[in-house]
C-alpha cells in the first residue's frame, strides 16, 4: 500500500475512528508540564508534538506488575495470560528500538510465552520526533529513525500534514479506517527524507565520541577504571535511571497466598540493578553489595553484556530519561563512555 497523507483534521477523524473499533488505544498526552503514556479517549488529547515520556511505552509490552500462574496451595496451578489487543500510538524511535530489542531477548533462549503473547497482540504506530527532548541522543545511538519494526510509521512534515506508511498486515488493516487520506506525492516523500535527515543529525544533545559498535572493546578494557568509584560515590541507589530506561527488563519473581490461604498467584514486577537488593539471593547473600559495582554493571549491560546477546546492538537507545531522571546527575551514559573511550584510547 502506498503512502498516505493526512491533513490534521483527517489525521483527527482517523484517530476518532481507531478510538471505536474496541481496542484500547494508548498515546502520549499532556501530563503535569510533561508528556506520558495513557489510555487515550479522545483525539484531542493526542500530543504528536511531545519531546518524550516520562516512563517508555515498555510498560505495555512488559508491565511493572503481570500476574504470571494462579495456584492452589499444595495442589494444581493455572498460567496466567493478562495481554490483549491494543494499539500503541505514537512511538518515537528510540522507544520502538528498545521495544525490538526486547523482543528479541524474550524471544530467545527461554521463550517467554507471556510476554510474546501480550507483544503480539500490540499494534504499534510509531512516529518520527517533533520535538527533541532536552537530553536525547539518539542520533548518536543510530535510533533517531527507524526503517523497520513498526506497524505503521507517522511522519509529521514542515507544513502540518502527516504522512503514514503502513508496513505490514495488521497496519494495513488500520490505514483502512483512513477515510479521506489521500496517497503521498513524490514531493511528500521528498519532504519525510528532509525529517529524517534532520533528526539523525539533531537529536544529539549528548555527543557520543565513537560508534556505538566501539563500545564492547571500550568497556573489555575499563573494568578497574575509577569512574566507576568517583561516580558511585554520589548515587542514591534509587533506581530511578532503571525504571525510565526502555531497555531494562529485569524484574522480580514473587508468590503470594491470598487470604483465603488457600489459593495464591505468582507474578513478576520490574526490579533495577541499581538497588541495593538486586543481586540478594537465598540465604540473604547479596553478591552485588557494593554501590560502584552496581553502578558499572549498569554501564557495562547496556554496551557490552546486552549487546553480545542480540547480534552487537548496544541495549541503550539514547532517549535521554536517565539523565533527566538522576538527581545526583551521574547517569548520563555518553559522560561515562566517551571518558572510557578516551582513556582507552580507542577512540
Ligand atoms: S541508558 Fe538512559 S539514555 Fe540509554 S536507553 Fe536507558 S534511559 Fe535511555
Ligand atoms: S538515578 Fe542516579 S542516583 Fe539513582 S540509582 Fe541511578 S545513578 Fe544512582
Known amino acids: 500500500m502506498s503512502v498516505l497523507k493526512f491533513t490534521p483534521k483527517q489525521f483527527d477523524d482517523f484517530v476518532s475512528t481507531l478510538l471505536k473499533t474496541g481496542r484500547p488505544v494508548m498515546a502520549p498526552q499532556a501530563k503535569n ?55 500503541l500510538l505514537g512511538v518515537h524511535p528510540y522507544d520502538l528500538a528498545a521495544i525490538l530489542q526486547m523482543d528479541e531477548l524474550f524471544r530467545q533462549g527461554q521463550y517467554d510465552k507471556h510476554y510474546m503473547d501480550r507483544r503480539c497482540q500490540i499494534t504499534i504506530i510509531a512516529l518520527d520526533v517533533v520535538t527533541p527532548s532536552a537530553n536525547v541522543f539518539a542520533s ?23 504522512l503514514a506508511d503502513a508496513a505490514t498486515a495488521k497496519g494495513q488493516e488500520l490505514i483502512r479506517l483512513a477515510g479521506s487520506a489521500v496517497p503521498a506525492s513524490e514531493a511528500d516523500l521528498l519532504a519525510r527524507k528532509a525529517v529524517w535527515e534532520h533528526n539523525n543529525a539533531v537529536l544529539n544533545k549528548h555527543i557520543l565520541l565513537c560508534k556505538p559498535s566501539l563500545l564492547p572493546k571500550v568497556l573489555e578494557q575499563s573494568y578497574n577504571h575509577p569512574v566507576w ?99 545526583a546527575k551521574i547517569a548520563n551514559p555518553v559522560e561515562v563512555y566517551n571518558r572510557l573511550l578516551q582513556d582507552t584510547k580507542l577512540g
Not at 61 to 66: F, I, Y
Not at 143 to 157: E, F, H, K, P
Not at 296 to 313: A, D, S, T
Request: proline fraction near 5%.
Open 140 to 162: 548518536s545511538m543510530g535510533t533517531a529513525t527507524v526503517t523497520s519494526g513498526y506497524d505503521i510509521l507517522l511522519t509529521v512534515l514542515k507544513d502540518g500534514s502527516i
Open 33 to 87: 508540564g510533561r508528556f506520558a503514556f495513557g489510555p487515550l479517549a479522545s483525539a484531542a488529547d493526542l500530543r504528536l508534538d511531545y519531546d518524550v515520556t516520562i516512563l517508555p511505552p515498555k510498560k505495555y509490552v512488559l508491565p511493572q506488575v503481570e500476574t504470571l500462574l494462579e495456584f492452589e496451595v499444595c495442589g494444581p496451578c493455572r498460567s496466567v495470560q493478562e495481554g490483549e489487543p491494543m494499539i
Open 229 to 327: 568509584e568517583e561516580k558511585a560515590r554520589l548515587c542514591y541507589s534509587c533506581g530511578s535511571c532503571n525504571q525510565v530506561c526502555p531497555t531494562c527488563y529485569c524484574f522480580d519473581v514473587q508468590d503470594r497466598v491470598n487470604w483465603d490461604l488457600k489459593t495464591g498467584y505468582r507474578f513478576r514486577a520490574w526490579d533495577g540493578c541499581l538497588l541495593e537488593n538486586f543481586a540478594t539471593v537465598a540465604g540473604n547473600h547479596n553478591f552485588r553489595k557494593d554501590r560502584a559495582a552496581r553502578y558499572r554493571h549498569r554501564l557495562y549491560r547496556k554496551g557490552k553484556y546486552v549487546p553480545e546477546k542480540i547480534g552487537g546492538q548496544i541495549a541503550c537507545v539514547g532517549c535521554g530519561r536517565c539523565i533527566s531522571a538522576c538527581t
